[in-house]
Every structure is written in structure tokens, then in C-alpha cells.
């Protein structure tokens, strides 16, 4: 268990990440991602609101051009077994012909992504791969392709930096964990 830095709220557990160790990793994947997609039509597509935050920086440690685009989407309650989501806010961008990478904060079991991943892969994008900051892969159901993955984690519910519980504590500058108890298990 890693200490949490002072002044951290209620009800958090332990330090996953700190915000010094995310800097790093997204700088890294920035530098891959810059070499991967010279010359190519990058769109970057994010699911709101979560991957807001990475998507923030990973941006900025791509050197090349890049157009950012958002969706949004709501699940159909607990039971959502299909991972089939409805999309309340679509994309902007046409992907016809174009790189996309999808940018998302943690994968857990999958299954909105390989849903997502689906639909975007009908609108004719030239490719389409998954650059994702927090990969829970012992819950993974459905196996996903992933480009870029900044870390493996525990099975553990995490908060900050664009994670969040019940709405809040997204905008911690850190990861961090909360004990099971907050969670009910
Ligand atoms: P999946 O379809 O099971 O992969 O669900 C992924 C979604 O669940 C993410 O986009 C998050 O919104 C949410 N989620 C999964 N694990 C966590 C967590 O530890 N903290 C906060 N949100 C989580
Ligand atoms: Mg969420």
C-alpha cells in the first residue's frame, strides 16, 4: 500500500499511480504513437467523459497533426451483458479513410469497447487501434487488440485522473484505490 499524498480526500485507499509516474508513461506512449503515425490522417476519437483527461495529454506528446473527436454513451442499466451501449453524443468527424486510434482511460471487462469498436470500425476508417491508460486485464471477457497500454492493474476500482465514482473524483491529479468496502464487495 502507497501513501496517498496529504491532503487527499475521503474515502481513498492507497496510491496507484502518482501524477509523476502518469507524466511519464503518456510521454512514452506519445513518442510511440508520434513514430507510428507520421504522414498518416490521425483522428483521435475519446469516449466522454472519463478519457477527457488522458486524452488532454496524451495529445500533446504526439508531434504531429491531429484531429480530437468525442462520443458519448449510456449504458442500459447493470445488466448491459452484450456491452451494447447507446450513443448520446456521436462523432463529428468523418473516420472515411482515416487512422483512428481510440483513446480510453481503463478497459475492464471490455466489453463497451469491442461494442465501440464495432461501430467504428463500419465507417470505413483506414485503421482503427486502442491506446488505453489502465488495462484491468484479469476481468477482460472479450479479447480486444490493444495498440498502446500505459499500465496493467489489479483488480481493483480506481478513481482520478478522469475515473471516477458516482460522478465525482475525476479530477484528482493522481490514481488511486478505495477500499472495498466503499464499493460494496
Ligand atoms: P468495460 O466495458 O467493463 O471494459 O467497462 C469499462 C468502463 O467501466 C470504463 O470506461 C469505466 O467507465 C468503468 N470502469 C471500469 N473500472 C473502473 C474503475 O476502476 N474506476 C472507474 N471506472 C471504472
Ligand atoms: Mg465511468
Redesign the pocket.
Known sequence: MRRLPAGAPEPLESLLLSDEEIRERVAQMGARITQDYAGRDLVLVT?LK??LFFLADLCRAIELPLALDFMAISTYGPAAHT?EVRITKDLDEDLTGRAVIVV???????????YLLGVLRGRGPASVEVCVL?D?DV?R?VDLPIAYRGFSIPD????GYG???DAGLRNLPYIATLPDSVMGM
Open positions: 469516449v472519463g478519457g456491452g480510453e482511460d481503463i478497459i475492464d471487462t471490455g466489453m463497451t469497447l469491442n489502465l484491468k476481468r471477457i481493483r476500482f480506481v478513481v475515473l471516477d465514482l
